[in-house]
């Protein structure tokens, strides 16, 4: 099994952060969102590969980092070549360049690199593989007005997804889906059908929206913290609930 993380988004919500480092090379105390994502990947035992796909703007941050890493699993950097804003690939796009550059052809953890969690992935992954289907991580919510920019799901009695409502303006239910993802080998092939068809590239989770009408889809119950960063204020919000001073980066200069 390889182990994705999806870093090529350019974190327009981010700004002026955004014009310093890459949103998933923050600062978490001692840490980044990055760092604490490969550390939890680096516990998972059958994971012989970190791929890290990032834009040509912010590769050079993720090589720096790179250079420091130690951990057990080779990490690779993909440069997906966009530039701008206007020139990206979007989330799937980026999966479906990795997978082609790569020749994937194996199960896949798919993380979003702006996702801070900090439970173990091996409950995830043994769900998945005992059942020998895909998986997605979900968490309820308390509070509802947070559910109108995640993607909202309703499941049945084996806790299979059969609906799923994108950024809804009345949720159905207070069951939130993160960008944590499992996809098996055959599953991973279809990534080049959906792009074939001519589907949205952008937010990952469209892909699932798609594929939960093709196969089951299991989802596995979160214990513990977890927070799309996408914007500043949820980037200060994730240092207080963490006990870390917000590290003011707005005066310093992009590395």
Known sequence: MKALVLAAGYATRMYPLNQIVHKALLPLGESTIMGQIIKLINAVPDCDEII????????????????????????????????????????????????????????????????????????????????????????????????????VVLLDSDQRIVNIEEKPAEPKSDLAMYAIYYFTRDTVRLFAEYRKEGNPMDVPGSFIVWLYTKKPIITYAIEGQCHDVGTVEAYTSLCQSLGIAYPGLEGQEQG
């Open 52 to 151: 890290v796909i990032s834009n040509h703007r912010f590769i050079p941050d993720f090589r720096a980092w790179q250079e420091g890493y130690q951990g057990r699993i080779p990490v690779v950097l993909i440069d997906d070549g966009t530039k701008t804003v206007e020139g990206r690939l979007g989330a799937i796009g980026d999966i479906c360049y990795t997978i082609d550059q790569l020749q994937i052809d194996e199960d896949l953890l798919i993380i979003a690199g702006d996702t801070y969690f900090d439970f173990s992935l091996a409950g995830f992954l043994q769900s998945c593989k005992a059942s020998g289907q895909d998986g997605v991580c979900v968490k309820r919510v308390e509070d509802r007005s947070m559910l109108h920019s995640l993607g």
